[in-house]
């Protein structure tokens, strides 16, 4: 047997079944399934003469996996997602003839040291102090992402159908507020956090909460019509020169909706 | 909890003792029975003593990063369980991190029976203690460090799926997820011109159950599903001790002050939720897709709130000295998703992807409060409030690839996002409701070229012209681009790089928005002969970002210019090299750690050397040791650095 080590591992793959029941319609010759006919190849043993999906164009090698997998609802919006436009193909991540976990990492740090062997600057930002437990092993990227693509963007997860994947933990800022505060819903929680890591204890996009705040609550009615932009201006007795005033969540601490107070005050 | 993590844990245990042992005399490496049971056990389990060293300067620092105390942890467990009768199960993995103390408690139990079931179980206790005085301190400025924004609470989740009849063309599923925060903590209560710290206690739960069914044909798939969660939030906010507040400037003549507070939230909530999930491929050149998802969730509030001391309202300018309020709302948000697309393929070397999306959101909410100034009594205040807030998202995308050759794949396309936004207006406004608009041209493109398995390389663009958007700081007319390439130099030493800029402006002159961060990183991997004595991994990442936009400065309604800057030098390391002369499987030293070094608007230095040693103890047994290295500097916030030791001792056993 000239791939004897290839078949061995592939006896605890998921994809065996395919060599022993018959309904996957490859019964006894499971490696044609992805690799095409083989009987020229086994004549000449020429890799010329098989189809090799790690070496095939992302799309044909993708069809080739979604020929059977397209059917499966991880793969709805697959052809959405950044993966596929950026033709990273199935065979990317998936390891196709080893065993279970490698062709489907669970644990944490397996799946985390995936990702980030191309996405190099967002594992960077979870070196930084305030992150999500990324590094620690008590998160995974994919708990916040569905690398096979999403409605959302950045391919975050959703939750109870079409919420986003943040309130699968922070379950206490899902709402329906009665007074919403508008950002959460209309650009998501990343208008405010870098959700990856910051130097800000809160993850907050700046380096000072009022700075967040102000950016977007700078419209006078004049201004808002003119920018046609939302975030109306602050009241004026908001003198900033006093330290009272400079952590905006010190007194609006229902940021991100509050259900008895307009002004998010309680 | 860990009663039953502990029972869950034992059950491959239990299985391996149910085999028949060698009768007495035989040989056990003989007997297949004994042999197959040595095949059927598999994992490790670390277990050890941490040792924490104190931290030097701030402990509410490094509890809020670190967090890790000294004592016996369970490091690790991972125990994976094959069944040679397959009646049951075929195979149980057990996964288990962080037991014993740490902050962050892991547990996973999945089971496989081909063709029956497929069950997976998550467990995860995550604490969050956070303690910044910088973030949130009105005193700050006279030198006292009084944090009035802390929190030392834990988030608790347990997921359960099970799928029946995997790999069948009809697959129910059930699942139930539970979310949980308990702690306690510090918050302000807000009263007229004046703010106080007081003791929080939040407690919040989510229960979220689904069940569907997934039919999965040739040429078909469809996903039902339906779900339903329930919410409760019990925070309540308090005090018994006198407090002067923020502001201790007398007011008329009178020192305003807190004396006691009970605020009860009772937040209850509930949401039904459906999906359904198509995909097809009717033709060989056809693929269709869509999704439609739909929730509903509402809340309902019965809140209280009873103080006493010296308030000012700041309606009437008169003191008083007890007031109660009682509020009753309720919210109810109808939120729909379409998602429709087809991917059409008219030649082997052109693919052509069509996408539509429709996202609408609808708050609508009333409120009726009731004010009681007690004391001196007063006519109590209702007020009602209706408010409302909409959002309205549409996309259209379309994406065309085309294989020029086999190496080198062309994309490009446009995408078209267009919608509305309506939400309460600013107090002083006097609008009742602010609307804005979002439209945005987006156009796309790219290259990916394969020069062959060891190098590769792709470019990715997208540039917008948008005229509308619903935020200042929103993407408005921005260009983003990305290149990314990999080189495998050597069979054993790998080459990556990826450089990432996104430049996004808003020229009103009344908004005049310029933003722009650039991430560099490159990667090494190097792992001569498999690894089997030394591998190198690091990388080294530069990131940059810039952002000026004019603001109101509050006080003057003046203009003034907010400008952020980070300058980001992140580097991380691991060589693992066995110790020459003792063969190869004697003891294995590692060294690295990670380094952030950031100057700008807030200088951050956070640095974790690691080194540890692993050493063969008796066949499958092994004792490793690790030390680490926290140290955290914040040269704005000279009290917030700290530094601490962590040295691990543990014996990791295999089976």
């Known amino acids: ?266 | 909890m860990r009663a039953w993590l502990l029972l869950l844990a034992a059950v491959p245990l239990a299985a391996q003792d149910t085999q028949t042992p060698a009768p007495a005399g035989q040989d056990a490496n003989a007997s297949p029975t004994v042999a197959q049971t040595e095949k059927l056990l598999t994992g490790s389990v670390d277990v050890g003593y941490r040792w924490f060293s104190g931290a030097g300067g701030s402990l509410d620092t490094y509890r809020s990063v670190v967090d890790f105390g000294s004592g016996v942890r369970l490091l690790g467990l991972d125990l994976s369980l094959e069944s040679a009768a397959k009646k049951y199960f075929d195979r149980i993995n057990v996964r288990g991190a962080g037991w014993g103390g740490d902050p962050y408690n892991t547990a996973h139990v999945d089971a496989v029976r081909h063709d029956w079931y497929n069950f997976t179980f998550d467990y995860r206790n995550i604490a969050y203690f956070n303690f910044m005085p910088s973030f949130a301190d009105p005193t700050i400025g006279n030198g006292i460090f009084l944090n009035q924004q802390a929190f030392d609470t834990h988030r608790r989740m347990m997921d359960f799926e099970l799928d029946l009849r995997p790999g069948k063309w009809l697959v129910p599923y059930l699942a139930y997820s539970h979310d949980s925060g308990h702690g306690t903590g510090i918050t302000d209560f807000v009263s007229g011109v004046n703010s106080y710290g007081v003791a929080d206690k939040p407690r919040d739960a989510t229960e979220n159950y689904r069940g569907g069914v997934r039919v999965e044909l040739n040429k078909f798939h469809v996903t039902l599903e339906q779900g339903g969660t329930t919410f409760k939030d019990d925070q309540q906010v308090f005090t018994s001790t006198q407090n002067f507040g923020n502001n201790t400037t007398p007011f008329l003549g009178q020192q305003l002050f807190l004396s006691d507070l009970n605020q009860a939230y009772g937040i209850r909530g509930d949401s039904i939720y459906s999906k359904v999930l198509l995909t097809a491929n009717p033709t060989p050149w056809l693929d269709v897709f869509g999704e439609f998802l739909y929730s509903r969730p509402t809340t309902t509030v019965n809140y209280s709130q009873l103080n006493g001391g010296q308030f000012l309202d700041l309606t009437t300018l008169l003191l008083y000295t007890s007031e109660l309020d009682v509020a009753n709302a309720a919210a109810k948000q109808p939120h729909t998703t379409g998602m429709a697309g087809f991917e059409i393929r008219p030649m082997k070397r052109l693919r052509v992807i069509e996408s539509v999306m429709t996202d609408r959101l609808h708050n609508a909410s009333s409120a009726s409060l009731n004010q009681q100034v007690l004391a001196p009594a007063a006519a109590a205040l209702l007020t009602d409030f209706a408010e409302r807030l909409v959002l309205n998202y549409n996309r259209e995308q379309v994406d065309v690839l085309y294989d020029l050759n086999s190496r080198i794949t062309l994309r490009g396309g446009y995408r078209y996002e267009w919608g509305d936004g309506l939400t309460q207006g600013a107090l002083l406004s006097g609008l009742p409701s602010e609307t804005g608009q979002l439209k945005r041209n987006v156009g796309l493109a790219g290259v990916s070229y394969r020069a062959s398995q060891k190098l590769s390389f792709s470019v990715d663009f997208e540039g917008a012209g948008g005229d509308r958007g619903y935020f200042r700081t929103s993407l408005q007319n921005y260009e983003k681009a990305r290149i990314q390439a990999r080189y495998q130099l050597r069979q054993s030493l790998q080459l990556g790089a990826r450089f990432t800029v996104l430049n996004n402006e808003n020229p009103d002159p009344t908004v005049n928005y310029n933003f722009l961060s650039r991430d560099n990183s490159v990667s090494l991997a190097w792992n001569p002969n498999n690894g089997k004595w030394v591998t190198l991994t690091g990388e080294y990442t530069r990131a940059t970002l810039r952002s000026d936009i004019s603001y109101i400065v509050p006080q003057d309604f003046t203009s003034a210019q907010s400008s952020y800057r980070d300058n980001v030098h992140e580097a991380s390391t691991l060589v693992d090299l066995l110790i020459p002369g003792f063969g190869a499987k004697g003891p294995k030293l590692g060294v690295g750690g990670s380094l952030v070094r950031t100057s700008g608007s807030r200088p951050t230095d956070y640095y974790q050397p690691t080194m540890r040693l692993t050493t063969p103890a008796y066949k499958r047994m092994s004792w490793y040791g690790e030390w680490r290295y926290y140290g955290y500097a914040e040269p704005f916030y000279l009290y917030e650095g700290f530094r601490a030791h962590l040295l691990t001792l543990g014996v990791r056993v295999g089976l």
């Open chain 1, 1 to 266: 047997m000239c791939h004897e080590d290839i078949f061995k591992a592939f006896q605890k793959n998921p994809h065996a079944v395919v060599e022993k029941e018959k309904r996957w319609r490859n019964e006894t010759h499971a490696c044609e399934s992805c690799h095409g006919a083989g009987s020229k190849h086994v004549e000449s043993t020429s890799a010329a003469d098989i189809r090799n999906p790690a070496k095939l164009p992302a799309g044909e090698a993708d069809h080739n996996c979604l020929s059977c997998h397209l059917n499966q609802p991880t793969h709805v919006g697959r052809i959405q997602s950044g993966h596929a436009k950026d033709q990273v193909s199935c065979v990317s991540c998936h390891a196709m003839h080893k065993s279970a976990e490698e062709l489907v990492p669970r644990r944490r740090a397996v799946i985390n040291a995936k990702c980030a062997n191309c996405h190099l600057s967002e594992w960077a930002s979870f070196q930084k102090p305030y992150k999500h437990k990324l590094p620690e092993g008590a998160m995974s990227c994919v708990d916040c992402h569905n690398p096979h693509g999403s409605a959302l963007p950045h391919s975050i997860r959703t939750v109870s159908a079409n919420e986003p994947g943040c309130l699968n933990c922070h379950g206490d800022k899902r709402g329906p507020f009665v007074f919403e505060h508008a950002p959460v819903r209309l650009e998501g929680c990343t208008t405010c956090h870098e959700p990856h890591g910051s130097a800000n204890p809160r993850m907050l996009t700046r380096h000072e909460v009022r700075f967040v705040c102000l950016e977007c609550h700078a419209n006078t009615p004049a201004m808002a019509a003119t920018s046609r932009t939302l975030g109306g201006v602050p009241p004026a007795f908001h003198d900033l020169r006093a330290p009272q005033f400079q952590n905006c969540n010190v007194c609006h601490v229902k940021v991100h909706g509050s259900n008895v107070n307009q002004e998010l005050l309680r």
